[in-house]
């Protein structure tokens, strides 16, 4: 089991990731979670491996795809980040993350720094002009039930919108909800597109999608056509902007 997995495609255009893909626990780990929370979201963003394999399916799109949970290690935290091998996740403690610092580093070496230097050699290569990561969230934390989430998708960014503000005017205008860095903030929790597209000076789009829009073939199928719209359709608007 490799820590990434990469769909091939066409180069030059756009490089597809999905940092959150997998449930999967490698055997040699002991979480002491459980198999039912394991499907939940606290072990992946449900939906987006589907989507993203989709998308890349679509656009004739390369994609990288991390293929251990996030609860394994998080790949879009930075590695001195207690999150990148969280102790607990939405109320639910995972023990097998308590590591001292060698296990840690050991850890986070074999699958999280894999799958980033697998997007850094895909951009070397490829020189693609957007990056665009998928993820997924739930409608609802146990751990802040007061919580309403009522975006269907958001698009999350740090200093550079660019490519972000295109597409939620797109979103916006086929009458879609679309939160704007929410339910998350992409100066908070962005560490995959800090590294690989801001400190490149390449422009992303992060989407994250409530994971009741993934929730079936055909859900997936609706939303590889809307996430290409907003990039196709978009295009020449995009490149304008980046160049």
Same mark, same amino acid.
């Given at each position: 089991?490799?820590?990434?997995?990469?769909?091939?495609? @066409?180069?030059?255009?756009?490089?597809?990731?999905?940092?959150?893909?997998?449930?999967?626990?490698?055997?040699?780990?002991?979480?002491?979670?459980?198999?039912?929370?394991?499907?939940?979201?606290?072990?992946?963003?449900?939906?987006?491996?589907?989507?993203?394999?989709?998308?890349?399916?679509?656009?004739?799109?390369?994609?990288?795809?991390?293929?251990?949970?996030?609860?394994?290690?998080?790949?879009?935290?930075?590695?001195?980040?207690?999150?990148?091998?969280?102790?607990?996740?939405?109320?639910?403690?995972?023990?097998?993350?308590?590591?001292?610092?060698?296990?840690?580093?050991?850890?986070?070496?074999?699958?999280?720094?894999?799958?980033?230097?697998?997007?850094?050699?895909?951009?070397?290569?490829?020189?693609?002009?957007?990056?665009?990561?998928?993820?997924?969230? @739930?409608?609802?934390?146990?751990?802040?039930?007061?919580? @309403?989430?009522?975006?269907?998708?958001?698009?999350?960014?740090?200093?550079?919108?660019?490519?972000?503000?295109?597409?939620?005017?797109?979103?916006?205008?086929?009458?879609?909800?679309?939160?704007?860095?929410?339910?998350?903030?992409?100066?908070?929790?962005?560490?995959?597109?800090?590294?690989?597209?801001?400190?490149?000076?390449?422009?992303?789009?992060?989407?994250?999608?409530?994971?009741?829009?993934?929730?079936?073939?055909?859900?997936?199928?609706?939303? @590889?056509?809307?996430?290409?719209?907003?990039?196709?359709?978009?295009?020449?608007?995009?490149?304008?902007?980046?160049?």
């Amino acid at each position: 089991m490799r820590a990434a997995e990469y769909l091939p495609g @066409t180069p030059g255009r756009l490089l597809i990731i999905a940092d959150h893909a997998s449930n999967a626990v490698p055997v040699e780990i002991a979480l002491g979670v459980g198999a039912a929370d394991l499907q939940k979201h606290i072990a992946w963003d449900i939906g987006t491996a589907a989507l993203a394999r989709s998308l890349s399916a679509a656009l004739a799109a390369p994609a990288i795809l991390a293929t251990a949970s996030r609860l394994v290690a998080d790949c879009n935290r930075a590695p001195e980040d207690d999150g990148a091998i969280p102790p607990a996740s939405d109320g639910i403690p995972v023990p097998g993350n308590a590591l001292g610092a060698d296990a840690r580093q050991a850890r986070l070496a074999a699958w999280h720094e894999p799958y980033h230097a697998a997007i850094a050699d895909a951009l070397d290569r490829l020189s693609p002009r957007l990056l665009v990561s998928i993820h997924s969230f @739930t409608p609802g934390l146990a751990s802040r039930p007061e919580e @309403t989430r009522p975006w269907q998708v958001a698009l999350l960014y740090n200093r550079d919108d660019r490519a972000a503000r295109i597409a939620m005017r797109v979103l916006a205008a086929e009458g879609l909800t679309v939160g704007d860095n929410q339910p998350y903030s992409g100066a908070v929790y962005g560490y995959t597109t800090d590294r690989h597209a801001e400190a490149r000076g390449l422009a992303y789009l992060t989407f994250e999608i409530r994971q009741d829009m993934l929730a079936d073939e055909g859900a997936i199928a609706a939303w @590889t056509q809307r996430l290409g719209r907003v990039i196709g359709s978009f295009e020449s608007e995009l490149v304008e902007v980046i160049s």
